[in-house]
């Protein structure tokens, strides 16, 4: 349908702002996601023979300026908008802006703070014609095929729209019961983006290049701060058809140096995962990748993903304190934390480690013992996050519950520089200690721990790719300690 005009977009904001990661600002160590849920809709419409324009606006550094006249020379007929909750007042500007352009095109915006906010979303301005909700691929395609027929809107389940006023709620978005079908995202990126742009994006604790995938999508746990799109929908491509794209990027994609599979819990099933990596072994695919797990991991599951190619898994710690962790719906104990670690140390994968400051029922000294736990695993890399709730989590029901968000004007909810902040405060806990005990945490971790350095030496001595991973997010990661030593921004009250 080349007479269709559809542009897919993740929109200028703040230089390095990550919009899919499920903390959405700019981070301390220049990782840049890459736009997937966006990439994969794009493929959606792809198959339907649509010929839509993906950009990422933030990847290629373009300003409101660029974007604008990219949009009024290509004439777009549909315009898809990624947003997130800290730049949702941004995003909705640059929907004025193209609306100003385009006033005949058709606007929808897509993520889950619109899922979550809807009406709210609407409500802030006439230039959005729709929001999609929940799982937006299948909807994009049919929203798509409805407005390029002029088709009444009421007749596409998964969007909500104003008529004269009225709000109108069409439902969720029809989940993909078949992942397969969608086309290899590895693909999109490489028509649509090509291997300079790829180069742009970065992950702090995998080697670059690199790219994001998904095997599956949903996760069955329910931590009660997770931002993710799809909880309680577990879903798997068919081991082939993953196998199929790994043949293509080690094909097709030789500049690279790892793959990310960004499942919500890439094992979140042992006999798929053992059968996943059975074939990837057998298919002799050389490919090095890491991914997203959790501590109930157990070991032959752990060897086996290091037989195929695993190099490094993301895993959230959060806290050993037990009473903390209970309340985050985090289903796991401190004890469960150290024998995972040993698991993976012992099949040989490296860990990165995310921790959270300021979590209910956090003191002083819960926080210093996360710290000093932190410190004790020594992962290969730490992530250390201020306490943020999101609409639609249960963390944020709890906080707005007990009076605890300080605001609710959402571009708030990072620093002017996109950094991480928290809006919660507690009679307790005041919002600025517990951002003065996350940057104590990363100075620690570190500003102040020789045994981190020597692991680190001994790894790019082993191997030169970290040293360019290292090098390459170390970079920013200092500058930020350095003012943590020179401030008081990480000198915590006794």
């Known amino acids: ?30 990782t840049l996601y890459y736009p997937y849920y966006l990439a994969y809709a794009t493929g959606a419409l792809e198959n339907k023979k649509f010929e839509p324009k993906l950009i990422d606006a933030i990847a290629r550094k373009w300003s409101e300026t660029d974007l604008l006249e990219y949009a009024k020379k290509g004439k777009f007929d549909f315009i898809v908008l990624d947003s997130s909750t800290p730049s949702i007042f941004n995003d909705l500007k640059i929907a004025e802006q193209i609306k100003k352009e385009l006033p005949e095109s058709h606007i929808t915006m897509v993520n889950t703070h619109v899922t979550n906010l809807p009406e709210w979303t609407l409500n802030q301005t006439k230039a959005l014609d729709s929001v999609c909700i929940g799982e937006f691929d299948n909807t994009i395609v049919y929203l798509a095929e409805t407005l390029s027929k002029e088709k009444a809107l009421e007749t596409v389940k998964g969007i909500a729209f104003k008529k004269k006023d009225r709000f109108i709620h069409n439902g969720s978005g029809e989940l993909i019961k078949n992942l397969d079908e969608l086309p290899f995202v590895s693909e999109i990126y490489l028509r649509h983006f090509g291997e300079k742009q790829i180069k742009e994006y970065f992950y702090a604790s995998i080697n670059w290049p690199e790219i994001q995938l998904l095997t599956a999508r949903g996760c069955q746990h329910n931590c009660s701060f997770c931002n993710i799109p799809m909880k309680n929908s577990y879903r798997a491509r068919s081991t082939s058809n993953v196998i199929k794209e790994l043949k293509y990027i080690q094909e097709n994609m030789p500049f690279l140096n790892e793959i990310m599979f960004e499942d919500d819990t890439f094992p979140m099933k042992k006999d798929r995962t053992i059968e996943l990596c059975n074939a990837m072994i057998d298919n002799k695919i050389k490919l090095t990748w890491s991914t997203n797990a959790r501590v109930n991991t157990d070991f032959e599951t752990l060897q086996k993903m290091k037989q195929a190619g695993c190099r490094l898994v993301c895993v959230g710690f959060e806290t050993p304190t037990q009473n903390v962790l209970n309340n985050i719906l985090k289903g796991q104990t401190k004890n469960m934390q150290l024998e995972f670690k040993k698991k993976a140390d012992k099949a040989g994968i490296l860990v990165n480690g995310c921790f959270i400051l300021g979590l209910p029922n956090d003191t002083s000294e819960t926080m210093q013992a996360t710290i000093d736990f932190a410190k004790f695993l020594n992962p ?55 951002i003065k005990w996350a940057n104590k945490a990363r100075l620690e971790f570190y500003g102040k721990n020789p045994k981190y350095w020597l692991k680190m030496a001994k790894q790019v001595a082993k191997n030169p790719k970290e040293g360019i991973r290292i090098l390459k997010g170390g970079k920013e990661l200092v500058k930020h300690l350095g003012k943590s030593v020179l401030s008081d921004d990480a000198k915590v009250k006794k």
């Open 1 to 30: 349908m080349k007479d269709y005009k559809i542009l897919m977009l993740n929109p200028p904001f703040k230089n390095y702002y990550s919009r899919q990661s499920r903390s959405p600002c700019v981070t301390k160590s220049r």
């Open 380 to 434: 290969n890399t730490a992530q250390f996050y201020p306490m943020m709730v999101y609409p639609g989590t249960t963390a944020f029901n709890w906080a707005k519950e007990k009076g605890f968000i300080l605001t609710e004007d959402f571009s708030k909810w990072i620093t002017k520089e996109g950094l991480h902040t928290t809006t919660i405060s507690r009679p307790e806990l005041p919002k600025e200690e517990t």
